[in-house]
């Protein structure tokens, strides 16, 4: 398991928050081996980042803001560059293990991605890396002037799409992703109570 990953991706040494282990792993990916192997690493100039295992409960508080009805369901454990958050669904299951679901807080929507820890990064990240991590934006951002965001950093709407913001570059800025999930989850359920039914 994930070395498709290990060799499609590379670390950035810099952008990280610790150092990178060489892991390999046999059979099917737990959730735990994940981040104990590579939580904290920064990949391919920021656009995938492993979180660290101790802010994994700090994600899954940010997370329940925006997205209350996924409660206790998800642990968190990647982000991209945009700061949309990958978590493993315990209600959800894919070949046997639960799946995976991406937290997009520009769009203010929550995804299931038909995938688990193992095919998401071996499989997904490698054959649907634009559709997954938006690489080809990231390009142009990074072309354009842009900086390669730290481990604590997103390049976030500076209006977000569900508030008819454009996604374009001129709609992007640097933010602390902290910062960044705390407002866009107030203005997710904010949005979410205009519309009825939600």
């Not at 040494?13 to 690493?41: D, K, P, Q």
């Not at 929507?109 to 990240?125: K, M, R, V, Y």
């Not at 390049?155 to 933010?175: H, I, Q, T």
Request: hydrophobic letters at 40%.
């Amino acid at each position: 398991m994930l070395e498709a990953f290990q060799k499609s991706f590379s670390v950035d040494v810099a952008l990280s928050v610790r150092s990178t282990r060489n892991t390999s792993y046999s059979g099917a990916l737990s959730l735990r081996e994940l981040i104990e192997g590579l939580g904290g690493i920064s990949f391919d100039r920021g656009l995938y980042r492993l979180i660290q295992a101790s802010d994994v409960e700090d994600w899954n508080a940010r997370v329940a803001v925006a997205f209350p009805e996924f409660g206790e369901r998800v642990v968190c454990f990647g982000f991209d560059w945009l700061g949309r958050v990958f978590a493993v669904d315990r209600e959800r299951s894919e070949h046997g293990q639960p799946g995976v679901v991406m937290f997009e807080p520009g769009t203010g929507e929550a995804l299931q991605i038909p995938c688990n820890i193992g095919t998401f990064h071996d499989e997904e990240l490698i054959e649907y890396g634009d559709a997954a991590l938006a690489s080809e934006f990231h390009q142009r951002w990074l072309k354009n002037g842009g900086s390669a965001p730290r481990y604590e950093q997103c390049v976030g709407y500076r209006k977000p799409l569900f508030l008819g913001g454009a996604d374009e570059l001129s709609n992007l800025v640097m933010s602390d992703i902290d910062v960044y999930w705390h407002l866009m989850g107030q203005l997710i359920q904010k949005a979410k109570g205009l519309i009825p039914g939600h």
